[in-house]
């Protein structure tokens, strides 16, 4: 793992869930994580942490389908994992740990 990445896997300490999925999302910063979001993420493996979102245990857990949920079909999980990527690249933005090239 290079700095950068840990910078940005630390950097969801004490955030926000950036995920929320009604029903599911415990709203606790205390349990914040890195998730990541993709094809490749799940226990097995990881996708890159730029292709992450903050997320609480239970959104987290919805996320790689450790959580049985009669509330959505995968499709409307992995849409709101994406949002929570689209926000949470917007708060690496204002923190200063990613930037946009001009």
């Known amino acids: 793992m290079t700095l950068k990445s840990k910078k940005l896997r630390d950097s969801a300490k004490g955030q926000e869930c950036q995920v929320r999925i009604p029903g599911i999302c415990n709203h606790n910063p205390e349990t ?57 690249q917007k708060i690496w933005l204002e923190m200063g740990l990613i930037e946009v090239v001009k």
Do not use: Y
């Not at 979001?37 to 990881?46: E, F, H, L, R």
């Not at 709101?80 to 689209?86: C, D, I, L, R, S």
């Open 32 to 88: 914040v994580v890195l998730a990541h979001v993709g094809k490749s993420s799940g226990m097995a493996q990881k996708s890159d942490d730029i292709h992450a979102t903050f997320a609480c245990f239970d959104c987290h857990d919805a996320l790689d389908k450790r959580q049985n949920n009669d509330f959505f079909i995968p499709e409307e999980i992995e849409l709101f994992a994406w949002h929570g990527v689209q926000r949470t």
